[in-house]
């Protein structure tokens, strides 16, 4: 391979899809069709080239996206294989943002799944051309014509087969290339060999009428084309073959290849048409950024100034510290140094490499158009981009999904609280959708990710790399003391130690407040029966009690204090007196004011094929759910909802059982209400067990 290529010599994409679609086994057989590998891995045994950290050999599934690269018919392929589980949505989407071009695959078995659908979505945000691939030809009971049809449904009836499937089932070998005319059958052994024979009879016959339907879409990208077509009734081979590449950027009609990955049938064809007709960064010569004062600009392909965009960073034991990118504009070279606007610095780029999974080839440079890796930049994160000091640059960043799952840590061995820390910051660097937060309130540290095996591999990670062993518990819930009706108290503080004494008292009404008003303190003292002085101490003493609780507690709001009265003492009053004296006379005012409690509420939004939706509003009912309705969103439904913030504990397992690992859900906190009265004693147990353990302690 070349050292430099030119940008019209790229093919940079991810390979996308739902979880178990064959995405992996799929990049492995093109790396064995262009000689890039000499066998074909195996995901059991953990010999494949992209899932190689400890993470992906221990669950068997693809944890990070992996970049790989080979060479096909003189082109330069730069493969983003992403993982399809739903927790780690973030690389796909990471993985698409560099990308000039989706790959999606499609398990003929399984059909589409709701993961397909999602990283389609962001493709099309990112206004990426797609290509599909029906994998899995060689299973048993695949239906070719059902897996297009439903693609045809999910994604237009602009989706066209460019190969069929001859044989499709447990003995897979042969396709039917429409636009070539041809039968290719292959081999055995899985290396990618075929040979071809001209289709006839009843297949030509077929072929022809394709050729005909792909002569349309071909023509409709085109004006030119269009004319000729209308005018002749067909397009001649050159005509088609040209149009092929522009029809398939505009989206005039998404290819589909039907492959077996594992048996490496087909997907010489697929490659042969990437490097033909696939988009190249040329494709996309401008991109928008903003300069150095914020102000909208573009940057070009072709200007010398270099422009980088960091899409990934990661950290493992064997691996190394590895930041990932995409160069937009000019060269880059180990020892330049660039400047990263976000973070106001400049890093100097170490050595430089191209990737095939854990295999590094070290580079000299790197061209406009083009993907690598360099090892360890000092402050640079995912997200941010490194542009030339004479053309100062930021690329826009991903937005990526909220979390949706959270858990509390709880640490095996005392006085590992420093390395936790250190390992959750550096986690959350390199994982743009984990987030963690140690909570004052419900003194927990806790955890956020996409579901449940993204936390698990979190914690596994901590374990591996820092050291740390750490048992998981339910977060607690930050539940809020309130009232209901008016109360007032006459608080006296006498105290008499030999000395000099302590003396207030504190004449208090309470009333409810609006909602989300915290605790508004307020005086309406008259006269001079205390000093005005002592107001703020009066408050102190209120606001102590407002975070401890007096319920159950937790923090106390929503309510309206008015300090209206009192008696001083001219030599024992003093701030301490009065802090006490507002303590208490609050804590009793609360008391006698009918309190209650509040909780969390959150609105979540389910989308889900509709096959599943009496379930989920099923389990929601189950669950205190308030259904707020039903939408439609294409051939999903979104259910939208208030929960109680107790009752989404794994919510997102729930869902994923509940629809057979074809739904999800986001999120988001809304407001706080009463909790029921059935509920109020169980809560009240559980702080009061609380309470004694710590004392206990």
């Known amino acids: 391979m070349k050292d430099n290529y030119n940008p019209s010599e790229l093919r940079n994409f991810a390979v996308v899809g ?45 944890v990070h996206a992996s970049l790989l690269h080979t060479e096909w018919l003189g ?63 060689d299973k048993p009971n695949t239906d070719f014509d059902a897996v297009l049809a439903g693609a045809r449904e999910h994604f237009g009836r602009t989706v066209f087969p460019m190969t069929i499937p001859l044989d499709a089932g447990p003995g897979f070998s042969r396709v039917l290339d429409v636009l070539r005319n041809e039968v ?38 085109d004006d030119a084309l269009m004319e000729k077509f209308f005018a002749q009734g067909v397009l001649g081979e050159d005509d088609l073959r040209a149009g092929l590449h522009k029809a398939v950027q505009n989206q005039v009609f998404i290819p589909l290849f039907a492959v077996s990955a594992e048996r490496n049938v087909g997907v010489a064809r697929l490659m042969d048409f990437i490097a033909k007709y696939g988009s190249s960064p040329q494709d996309r010569a401008e991109v928008p950024a903003t ?36 160069i937009y504009s000019g060269k880059v070279r180990s020892g330049d140094e660039l400047f ?32 690598g890796a360099v090892v360890k930049l000092r402050d640079t994160r995912t997200g941010d981009t490194l542009s030339s000091p004479r053309f100062i640059v930021e690329l826009p960043k991903v937005e990526y999904p909220h979390p949706n799952i959270h858990v509390a840590l709880r640490l095996r061995s005392k006085g590992d609280e420093d390395k936790l820390a250190v390992g959750l910051a550096m986690l959350q660097q390199e994982d743009p959708t984990f987030r963690y937060r140690v909570d004052d309130e419900v003194h927990q540290t806790i955890i956020s990710g996409q579901g449940e095996i993204h936390l698990q591999v979190i914690i596994e990670r901590l374990a591996r790399r820092f050291g740390v062993g750490l048992e998981t518990e339910e977060p607690r819930v930050p539940y809020r003391e309130t009232i209901r009706g008016r109360a007032e108290s006459r608080y006296r503080h006498k105290k008499q130690t030999g000395g000099a004494g302590q003396f207030a008292e504190v004449w208090m009404r309470i009333s409810p407040g609006a909602r989300d008003s915290g605790v508004v303190f307020a005086e309406s003292l008259v006269g001079n029966d205390v000093d005005r002085v002592f107001v703020p101490s009066v408050e102190k003493g209120v606001r102590a009690v407002a975070n401890e609780g007096v319920f159950a507690g937790y923090r106390i709001v ?26 208490h006379a609050f804590k009793e005012s609360f008391t006698n004011a009918s309190p209650c409690l509040l909780e969390p509420i959150y609105t979540v939004s389910i989308t889900v094929p509709g096959d599943y939706v009496g379930a989920v509003l099923g389990d929601l009912a189950s669950r205190r759910g308030r259904i707020l309705g039903v939408d439609s969103d294409g051939h999903f439904q979104v ?22 690992g074809r739904g999800r859900h986001s999120e988001n906190f809304d407001h706080y209400e009463e909790v029921p009265a059935d509920q109020v004693q169980n809560i009240l147990a559980e702080a009061k067990a609380r309470r004694n353990g710590h004392a206990e302690k």
Request: glycine share 10%.
């Open 18 to 62: 739902h979880a178990s679609a064959g995405k992996t086994m799929l990049c492995e057989a093109m790396l064995v069709c262009s000689g890039r590998l000499g066998r074909m891995g195996n995901i059991a045994a953990g010999t494949t080239a992209s899932d190689y950290h400890a993470s992906e050999h221990q669950h068997q599934i693809s």
């Open 75 to 137: 082109k330069k392929f730069n493969i983003i294989d992403t993982p399809g589980y739903a927790d780690f949505l973030s690389e796909g989407i990471s993985a698409l943002r560099v990308g000039d071009f989706a790959l999606a695959v499609i398990n003929a078995a399984h059909g589409l799944g709701v993961g397909t659908d999602a990283v389609m979505d962001y493709a099309t945000h990112y206004g990426l051309p797609k290509i599909l691939a029906v994998n899995a030809l």
């Open 184 to 221: 290719v059958t292959y081999k055995p052994g899985g290396n990618g060999q075929y040979k071809e024979e001209t289709a006839d009879g009843e297949l030509a016959e077929r072929v022809h009428e394709l050729h005909r339907q792909l002569m349309e879409y071909v023509a409709e990208s």
């Open 291 to 326: 300069d150095a004062s914020g102000l909208p600009r573009t940057v070009a392909l072709s200007q010398p100034d270099p422009v980088v965009y960091i899409f990934k960073t990661m950290n493992e034991p064997g691996v190394g510290e590895l930041s990932l990118f995409r």
């Open 340 to 371: 990263n606007r976000a973070r106001q610095m400049t890093e100097r780029l170490g050595q430089l490499f191209v990737l095939n999974g854990r295999e590094r080839v070290l580079v000299p440079s790197l061209g406009a158009g083009d993907l």
């Open 558 to 583: 929503d309510v309206q204090v008015d300090f209206y009265g009192g008696k001083m003492h001219p030599v024992d009053s003093k701030d301490i007196a009065f802090q006490v004296a507002g303590y």
């Open 639 to 660: 259910i939208r909802a208030t929960v109680p913030y107790k009752q989404l504990y794994h919510y997102s397992t729930i869902v994923r059982s509940l629809t057979s």
